[in-house]
């Protein structure tokens, strides 16, 4: 595995807590606050975050059958959905219908949303001294839409009151390595033998994690790696370990997609998965850009978010220029197209503190210190937007959905009309 990027871990180790036979968390909260996925960005409004509260299923395209592959509406496209749809699905798929979620940073407070507004109920666990109410506050954030079959959130004493009788364990703590593998250790040790075990991290393997476990136990470990807040951004980046069984595999990408979720597995492990390192190689870029003089942060920005932005939203890098290569097209793309980008130096930023001090002011200048409030709100409000539109899209082009439209204007018709048929040609006109 390659080096981290974000260097090495500057706090102290911590020291084992005591254990109540269900394994118990082995960090201080004092000693391990969290460390920030590169993906992340600022916390300011994701606990909640826009819309989100409505289970993001409902469709029919989804994987193996299975109802709910469709990404997350941020609430208004979910609505459209009869009550409680998909719940079934997830919860068969758990057959207990409870999900344990280790760890209760951003991450984890998201993850118990969605499963929650999915209609598992769960369990939480964490030593953070606030954790009550941090778990009142998602309650009463689920309780403002609140639809049929929404699950119930408890608090958890221990990592083994979490795990008992849990279907999907979700382990969202620290990332650091020997703190991770002790815990999967222990969370190995206590949950139900057909647990799925699951960690959101960003940089640590499975195969790590599983290090200590025998092989029965490591078959059920993978990375089921989110893009923050999980119950708004539909990616699940799923990495399994050199001795995580298909099974578990094909288990976890139903179980998310069932979910409303994107679910993507990588065929080996990578530090970075996919989405970390493709942001790294434009992040490495804008730098060089502002380091070397040629824009500003904000020029930067706008520039991404009026182009690339745009398209990806739509579709991805590689699709993008399959389709700009006309009837060749990547190969095409590449011939006519791919020496300009060859000409373009590679870029060599300094990602050093000192490197990076200009480029950091800018963004203070730019964004404020802490970040503006209302800069989260909007970018939560597009995110939504976007996913939203794209929601509605794959409603219209689902089979279904043409069947019923087609149903729907055939009822419509007065009944001269309806004997003509459907491309008559004053249709047609």
Avoid at 4 to 23: K, L, Q, V
Avoid at 243 to 265: D, K, M, N, Q
Wanted: one cysteine or more; hydrophobic letters at 40%; aromatic letters at 4%.
């Amino acid at each position: 595995m390659s080096e981290d990027p974000r260097g090495p871990d500057p706090r102290p180790e911590a020291t084992s807590a005591p254990t109540d036979g269900g394994g118990s968390f082995a960090f201080d909260p004092a000693l391990d606050p969290p460390v920030p996925d590169p993906q992340e960005g600022d916390p300011a409004g994701q606990a909640a975050g826009p819309g989100g509260d409505a289970c993001p299923v409902g469709d029919e395209r989804g994987a193996g059958g299975i109802s709910g592959d469709r990404v997350h509406t941020g609430g208004a496209a979910a609505d459209s959905a009869p009550a409680g749809q998909g719940h079934e699905d997830v919860r068969a798929l758990l057959e207990t219908g409870r999900a344990a979620v280790i760890g209760a940073g951003l991450i984890g407070l998201s993850w118990a949303r969605l499963f929650a507004s999915c209609g598992l109920d769960v369990r939480i666990a964490d030593p953070r001294p606030d954790l009550e109410a941090a778990v009142e506050a998602l309650r009463e954030s689920l309780a403002v839409q609140a639809g049929e079959g929404t699950g119930s959130i408890e608090l958890a004493q221990s990592v083994g009151e979490a795990l008992d009788g849990a279907g999907l364990v979700q382990e969202s703590g620290p990332e650091r390595p020997e703190l991770k593998a002790q815990l999967f250790a222990d969370i190995a040790e206590a949950a139900p033998r057909d647990a799925l075990l699951a960690s959101s991290s960003s940089a640590i393997p499975a195969t790590q994690l599983a290090k200590r476990l025998d092989d029965a136990a490591a078959a059920r470990i993978l990375i089921a790696h989110p893009f923050n807040p999980p119950h708004l951004m539909p990616l699940v980046e799923i990495v399994p370990g050199e001795r995580t069984a298909p099974e578990a595999v094909a288990r976890a990408r139903a179980i998310y997609a069932a979910l409303g979720r994107e679910p993507v597995v990588l065929e080996r492990e990578m530090h970075g998965f996919i989405g970390n390192r493709l942001q790294n190689a434009v992040l490495r870029e804008a730098a060089y850009l502002v380091q070397q003089g040629v824009a500003g942060v904000e020029d930067i920005d706008r520039a991404v978010t009026n182009s690339l932005g745009v398209r990806w939203a739509a579709v991805g890098p590689l699709e993008g220029m399959h389709l700009g290569g006309g009837e060749a097209g990547l190969a095409g793309f590449m011939e006519h197209i791919g020496p300009s980008f060859a000409a373009i130096e590679e870029a060599a930023p300094d990602m050093s503190e000192a490197g990076m001090k200009p480029v950091v002011e800018q963004a203070v200048a730019a964004y404020g210190l802490p970040p503006r409030p209302e800069l989260a709100a909007r970018r939560d409000r597009i995110q939504a937007g976007v996913l939203d539109v794209r929601a509605a899209q794959a409603r219209a082009e689902s089979p279904a959905e043409a069947q019923h439209a087609e149903a729907e204007r055939l009822e419509a018709q007065q009944p001269g009309e309806r004997s003509r048929g459907a491309h008559s040609p004053e249709e047609q006109e």
